[in-house]
């Protein structure tokens, strides 16, 4: 496998108790390194350009956030405090995406230490994503004629609503979003299929929903390539989650994920997205059974 990780992920200065933990990215590469992965292993990534991200974003949004020039509204609604810093690693982050899912055709299963930014809409941010980095590499694949069909198997707590406006029009992109129906966003987007379960689900409802999404997709669709947002949150102790999905509930789901991709040889590439919890040792924890799951293979 093949991971794609820069420092700068976890380098951003945030204001002190800021809901977003931005050191988990760096924690989370030691804990991987610990498992037994060779540091050859870990890819630094180039910086996605102002094409690539114009594939699913508006040019106005785009010169907005790296030429500073974004409302004090925009900004709030992103989540985060505006900067250079900023620019540069949400520049990062999108290219780790883009050069992970180019790399799966290759390495069959690969990884993005960022990524999973599925609430930034085409022409605004939201919920701590700027740019959507699965929808632009999904663009990118097809665009570059490397894919015909590229299916987001989105398992983020959240609903996957940017994702779902961005690619509502682009038929190669198939979306299926697996969230909370009661948690954020308010007002849901429609996917390809979305699967909105209840409040309190636990590993039994959940995972069984997740495999009989996941086979439904791929034999209706049959896509060239999977990516994956293998999102922490639908743990039980996550702080901004809902489910009562427990560890080995989000082992039990990687693992399923990874290798059913394995068994159908689906190149898949794998993005960490959302996960809040302020023990941080605990939070990796729970992204940290991703990468146990690539490894039990």
Known sequence: MQLYYHPL???????????????????????????????????????????????CHSQRYIDDFLNGGLSD?????MGFPYS???????????????????????????????????????????GF????????????????????????????????????????????????????????????????????????????EYLTTARQALDFCVRIHNPDIILYNAGADIYTKDELGLFDVSLDGVYKRDFFVLNFCKQQQIPLMCALGGGYQRNLSELINVHKQLFKAAIDL
């Open 84 to 126: 250079q810093q900023l620019v540069e690693r949400t520049l990062l982050s999108i290219g780790g995406s883009i050069q992970a899912a180019e790399a799966a055709f290759s390495h069959d299963l690969t990884f993005n230490l960022s990524g999973g930014y599925h609430h930034a809409y085409s022409d605004f941010g939201s």
């Open 9 to 55: 992920y976890s380098d951003l200065i945030l204001p002190e108790r800021h809901r977003f933990p931005i050191q988990k990215y760096q924690l989370l590469k030691t804990e991987i390194e610990s498992l037994g992965v060779l540091a050859s292993a870990f890819q630094e990534p180039k910086k996605a350009n102002a094409s690539q991200l114009a594939l």
């Open 73 to 77: 509204k925009a900004i709030k609604k």
């Open 129 to 204: 994503c700027i740019f959507n980095d699965l929808a632009i590499s999904a663009a990118h694949l097809i665009d570059t004629e490397q894919a015909d069909t590229v299916l987001i198997f989105d398992c983020d707590v959240h609903q996957g609503d940017g994702t779902a406006q961005i690619t509502q029009n682009h038929d190669q992109i198939i979306t299926c979003s697996i969230h909370c129906e009661q948690n954020f966003p308010r007002n849901k987007q429609q996917s390809t299929y979305d699967f909105a379960l209840p409040a309190k689900t636990t590993d039994t």
